[in-house]
């Protein structure tokens, strides 16, 4: 079976692309809190190294892990390694983490998983919360794509696309796990959203009561980010800042909240990137930011220079949201 | 006091009844456990009379069971004739009594209910350093006497105060008989006094280790050394918390593969609580529960020791009967999600040892294996390892680098379906009679030859 970084160029999922941007301009503010130099990046960079590009470039991070699973294609990996201070650790994630030393300096922690949430992933969670630093962030990326029944075979039992969707979601994470009012929903993506969202923050709750059960210095969990996005199957991403007392006010200065898509609480800031020619895009580049806020006046842009742009005004306003975000993509020759 | 309350018509009557006490008292524990507890007093009494706790070597705690009586015999510290009237025979603790600092019984209600759960006439011969007694008691008759009096009685002219006894004559003698239905068969099962031999040998692993002699029917337990792997190749993972009055320390490694022996110790002031655990009570929930993934032969050379130290005894996150973990209680449940992290490290190991064993991976090949084998063959005491914290880190370390697993990338796998005429044929043209061989023959003919 190959790898998910076989089947798809990571480079070319616009809406991840723009995730990665809006979170890289959020970390900036960790500066506040310490040197982002400080800082250590653990992410899963496969054989791209997207994200690790764009913290190293951006952020000036140098100590930088990326966690891959598949030791096989070590030489591989090995040799799309786009800097020297790309440290690579094979095996799986709920083994290596535990040895990362999470409690001796700050990281950002992105568990940029390509499957659907499983019972491993809650270790991971577990492991970082009971763990990390004070003022390290926490993401974590999930397929929440619904489940469809397999092709029947002739002489099997009828079984519903409910039925089916629960027992496979059970079977990924247990029957513990999966909150009592969630049982009875039919797992379409929508509600496979919400209870993996839901699961999510149980696990880091637990976690961090267990924690901060018998220490004086009690640590807290701030949602920053819940994306959605779907560049082929539905993707969410949540996370957040632990922080303690002593980091409080540092925190509010961050003022995080005035980024537009930041999300503290259960409602998702879904990411969709219109599909746009370069003319477009350069065109619209050249009316934003709009100081009419993208507003409409009986159906027709405030703003006379988007107005004439001939792109549905629906994917404008998508554009608008995204536009300092939104990838370049050209064929080029190198 | 209870006629005064009769009269009193808005007074509901609540009087417990020696019967009802005794019943209540033996039901929940096992003759096993009893004399557990037994055991614990005596080596309390030990290590109170003990100047180094660390070198126990003159102390012996003697056990003898028959048909007819049941003896304990330590030379530890024996008890005050002041602690036995005011507190030892108390049904519960009272609060201004002091503890020996670090003990795991003190005449809590465990003794008492050891006493109704073995016989029902029981003798105590105490010589403290600066007085003596017996007593005893006879249960049945205790039991009739419904005046509400709840007292024993010193043996007449067997108590001594203020005297001056010789350290070396002090000690404690305990014998018991009217043995109940219970003793008496357990006590001529030779089933019995076998695992109770072993367990009592488990239990108290680290003061046999430090010379603590312990007899049962004169047979002197010996003790295994606890070990793990620490060398420069593998260092355990390490942690501590240490307040004024309570520490705990926790360290995870690997150790010689013997399948009985792998999981995880609980230690409560050197008294192993929980021995080689293999369920979720420590770690091994399963992928589905809050721990790691259920115990199975891949762990077998997992080892993590957990040791909880106390002055006050109360404070140790154990059950009442010493059984195993007070699962409710914060303290444990901080301690155990260290636990899952530290097991989770080594398994980073021992999950990496079994890829690289996968089929199709030669021996040579192995090197991680080779390697850790090799460390594996010269295990050292965790009483020694712990001596030199210093040198661990709250990660576990392994030469990662020797990590050779098969190259599946790089191998091409051909299967296909012939004939069995045709592969008879070929069978015996080459003079192989292996399917795989062949396979791989007639493919470098091929290749030989065309290519």
């Given at each position: 079976?190959?790898?998910?970084?076989?089947?798809?160029?990571?480079?070319?999922?616009?809406?991840?692309?723009?995730?990665?941007?809006?979170?890289?301009?959020?970390?900036?503010?960790?500066?506040?809190?310490?040197?982002?130099?400080?800082?250590?990046?653990?992410?899963?960079?496969?054989?791209?190294?997207?994200?690790?590009?764009?913290?190293?470039?951006?952020?000036?991070?140098?100590?930088?892990?990326?966690?891959?699973?598949?030791?096989?294609?070590?030489?591989?990996?090995?040799?799309?390694?786009?800097?020297?201070?790309?440290?690579?650790?094979?095996?799986?994630s709920s083994t290596i983490l535990p040895n990362l030393e999470l409690e001796k300096k700050k990281n950002i922690v992105w568990l940029d998983y390509d499957d659907k949430l499983s019972d491993f992933m809650f270790a991971d969670i577990d492991t970082f919360f009971a763990n990390s630093a004070t003022g390290s962030l926490f993401l974590l990326s999930v397929n929440v794509e619904e489940a469809y029944l397999p092709s029947k075979q002739d002489g099997e039992q009828k079984q519903?696309?409910?039925?089916?969707?629960?027992?496979?979601?059970?079977?990924?994470?247990?029957?513990?796990?999966?909150?009592?009012?969630?049982?009875?929903?039919?797992?379409?993506?929508k509600n496979r959203t919400m209870v993996s969202f839901e699961m999510v923050r149980r696990q880091i709750n637990t976690t961090l009561i267990t924690r901060n059960l018998s220490t004086e210095n009690k640590v807290y969990y701030k949602q920053l980010f819940n994306f959605i996005y779907s560049d082929n199957a539905t993707i969410l991403t949540v996370g957040g800042i632990l922080y303690d007392e002593s980091q409080k006010d540092k925190l509010n200065e961050m003022s995080f909240s005035n980024l537009d898509f930041i999300r503290e609480q259960d409602e998702a800031y879904r990411i969709s990137a219109p599909n746009l020619t370069l003319r477009e895009i350069k065109a619209l580049d050249k009316a934003l930011p709009d100081k009419h806020n993208i507003e409409?006046?009986?159906?027709?842009?405030?703003?006379?220079?988007?107005?004439?742009?001939?792109?549905?005004?629906?994917?404008?306003?998508?554009?608008?949201?995204?536009?300092?975000?939104?990838?370049?993509?050209?064929?080029?020759?190198? | 006091?209870?006629?005064?309350?009769?009269?009193?018509?808005?007074?509901?009557?609540?009087?417990?009844?020696?019967?009802?006490?005794?019943?209540?008292?033996?039901?929940?524990?096992?003759?096993?456990?009893?004399?557990?507890?037994?055991?614990?007093?005596?080596?309390?009494?030990?290590?109170?009379?003990?100047?180094?706790?660390?070198?126990?070597?003159?102390?012996?705690?003697?056990?003898?069971?028959?048909?007819?009586?049941?003896?304990?015999?330590?030379?530890?510290?024996?008890?005050?004739?002041?602690?036995?009237?005011?507190?030892?025979?108390?049904?519960?603790?009272?609060?201004?009594?002091?503890?020996?600092?670090?003990?795991?019984?003190?005449?809590?209600?465990?003794?008492?209910?050891?006493?109704?759960?073995?016989?029902?006439?029981?003798?105590?011969?105490?010589?403290?350093?600066?007085?003596?007694?017996?007593?005893?008691?006879?249960?049945?008759?205790?039991?009739?006497?419904?005046?509400?009096?709840?007292?024993?009685?010193?043996?007449?002219?067997?108590?001594?105060?203020?005297?001056?006894?010789?350290?070396?004559?002090?000690?404690?003698?305990?014998?018991?008989?009217?043995?109940?239905?219970?003793?008496?068969?357990?006590?001529?099962?030779?089933?019995?006094?076998?695992?109770?031999?072993?367990?009592?040998?488990?239990?108290?692993?680290?003061?046999?280790?430090?010379?603590?002699?312990?007899?049962?029917?004169?047979?002197?337990?010996?003790?295994?050394?606890?070990?793990?792997?620490?060398?420069?190749?593998?260092?355990?993972?390490?942690?501590?918390?240490?307040?004024?009055?309570?520490?705990?320390?926790?360290?995870?490694?690997?150790?010689?593969?013997?399948?009985?022996?792998?999981?995880?110790?609980?230690?409560?002031?050197?008294?192993?609580?929980?021995?080689?655990?293999?369920?979720?009570?420590?770690?091994?929930?399963?992928?589905?529960?809050?721990?790691?993934?259920?115990?199975?032969?891949?762990?077998?050379?997992?080892?993590?020791?957990?040791?909880?130290?106390?002055?006050?005894?109360?404070?140790?996150?154990?059950?009442?009967?010493?059984?195993?973990?007070?699962?409710?209680?914060?303290?444990?449940?901080?301690?155990?999600?260290?636990?899952?992290?530290?097991?989770?490290?080594?398994?980073?190991?021992?999950?990496?040892?079994?890829?690289?064993?996968?089929?199709?991976?030669?021996?040579?090949?192995?090197?991680?294996?080779?390697?850790?084998?090799?460390?594996?063959?010269?295990?050292?005491?965790?009483?020694?390892?712990?001596?030199?914290?210093?040198?661990?880190?709250?990660?576990?370390?392994?030469?990662?680098?020797?990590?050779?697993?098969?190259?599946?990338?790089?191998?091409?796998?051909?299967?296909?379906?012939?004939?069995?005429?045709?592969?008879?044929?070929?069978?015996?043209?080459?003079?192989?009679?292996?399917?795989?061989?062949?396979?791989?023959?007639?493919?470098?003919?091929?290749?030989?030859?065309?290519?």
């Amino acid at each position: 079976m190959s790898s998910s970084f076989e089947k798809i160029n990571y480079s070319l999922r616009p809406n991840k692309g723009i995730e990665r941007k809006m979170m890289c301009e959020a970390f900036n503010r960790l500066a506040l809190l310490d040197h982002l130099s400080n800082y250590r990046y653990i992410g899963m960079g496969s054989a791209y190294f997207a994200d690790f590009i764009l913290f190293h470039k951006n952020l000036g991070i140098k100590d930088l892990v990326s966690i891959e699973k598949e030791e096989a294609k070590k030489a591989r990996f090995e040799f799309n390694k786009p800097f020297s201070c790309i440290d690579i650790k094979y095996g799986n994630s709920s083994t290596i983490l535990p040895n990362l030393e999470l409690e001796k300096k700050k990281n950002i922690v992105w568990l940029d998983y390509d499957d659907k949430l499983s019972d491993f992933m809650f270790a991971d969670i577990d492991t970082f919360f009971a763990n990390s630093a004070t003022g390290s962030l926490f993401l974590l990326s999930v397929n929440v794509e619904e489940a469809y029944l397999p092709s029947k075979q002739d002489g099997e039992q009828k079984q519903s696309l409910k039925e089916y969707r629960l027992e496979e979601m059970l079977g990924r994470v247990g029957y513990e796990r999966l909150p009592n009012e969630f049982m009875d929903l039919n797992f379409n993506t929508k509600n496979r959203t919400m209870v993996s969202f839901e699961m999510v923050r149980r696990q880091i709750n637990t976690t961090l009561i267990t924690r901060n059960l018998s220490t004086e210095n009690k640590v807290y969990y701030k949602q920053l980010f819940n994306f959605i996005y779907s560049d082929n199957a539905t993707i969410l991403t949540v996370g957040g800042i632990l922080y303690d007392e002593s980091q409080k006010d540092k925190l509010n200065e961050m003022s995080f909240s005035n980024l537009d898509f930041i999300r503290e609480q259960d409602e998702a800031y879904r990411i969709s990137a219109p599909n746009l020619t370069l003319r477009e895009i350069k065109a619209l580049d050249k009316a934003l930011p709009d100081k009419h806020n993208i507003e409409t006046e009986r159906g027709k842009f405030k703003n006379k220079k988007l107005e004439e742009i001939p792109v549905i005004p629906s994917d404008i306003q998508s554009y608008a949201k995204v536009y300092r975000y939104y990838p370049n993509f050209a064929e080029a020759l190198i | 006091m209870s006629e005064e309350l009769n009269d009193d018509p808005t007074k509901v009557k609540a009087d417990p009844s020696k019967d009802f006490f005794i019943s209540m008292l033996v039901k929940d524990i096992t003759l096993r456990d009893a004399i557990g507890d037994l055991v614990d007093n005596a080596v309390d009494a030990i290590k109170a009379k003990a100047s180094n706790p660390e070198a126990l070597d003159d102390y012996e705690i003697s056990i003898n069971l028959d048909i007819d009586s049941f003896t304990i015999k330590d030379n530890g510290f024996g008890m005050e004739v002041d602690i036995a009237r005011k507190y030892a025979f108390n049904f519960g603790k009272s609060h201004e009594r002091k503890l020996t600092k670090k003990s795991i019984g003190q005449f809590g209600i465990g003794m008492k209910r050891a006493f109704f759960k073995l016989g029902s006439n029981i003798h105590i011969n105490s010589i403290a350093p600066s007085s003596q007694f017996e007593l005893t008691i006879d249960v049945n008759e205790w039991q009739k006497d419904t005046s509400n009096n709840w007292q024993f009685e010193f043996d007449a002219g067997k108590l001594k105060e203020n005297i001056l006894n010789n350290h070396s004559v002090t000690g404690l003698e305990l014998t018991i008989t009217k043995l109940s239905n219970d003793s008496k068969t357990s006590f001529v099962d030779k089933t019995f006094i076998d695992k109770l031999q072993k367990e009592i040998a488990l239990e108290h692993m680290l003061n046999i280790n430090k010379g603590l002699v312990i007899t049962i029917n004169g047979a002197k337990l010996s003790a295994n050394q606890i070990t793990l792997v620490n060398d420069d190749n593998i260092k355990p993972t390490y942690w501590e918390k240490t307040a004024q009055d309570e520490s705990v320390k926790i360290i995870a490694g690997i150790s010689a593969k013997d399948a009985d022996d792998g999981g995880w110790y609980i230690f409560c002031n050197n008294r192993l609580i929980v021995a080689k655990d293999q369920t979720a009570e420590t770690v091994w929930t399963g992928g589905k529960g809050d721990g790691v993934p259920k115990y199975h032969a891949q762990y077998h050379r997992f080892r993590g020791y957990t040791f909880f130290e106390a002055n006050d005894s109360s404070k140790l996150p154990w059950n009442t009967t010493k059984t195993g973990m007070d699962m409710d209680s914060p303290y444990y449940k901080e301690v155990r999600s260290k636990m899952i992290n530290m097991t989770r490290q080594v398994m980073d190991l021992l999950d990496k040892l079994k890829e690289e064993k996968e089929k199709g991976n030669p021996e040579d090949s192995q090197t991680l294996n080779k390697e850790v084998e090799r460390s594996l063959s010269s295990p050292k005491p965790v009483l020694e390892v712990l001596k030199e914290t210093i040198n661990l880190d709250s990660s576990f370390h392994y030469p990662i680098a020797l990590f050779n697993p098969i190259k599946k990338s790089k191998a091409v796998k051909i299967t296909y379906q012939i004939s069995p005429e045709r592969f008879e044929a070929v069978k015996q043209s080459i003079g192989e009679s292996n399917a795989n061989e062949i396979g791989l023959k007639t493919f470098d003919y091929y290749y030989n030859n065309e290519i």
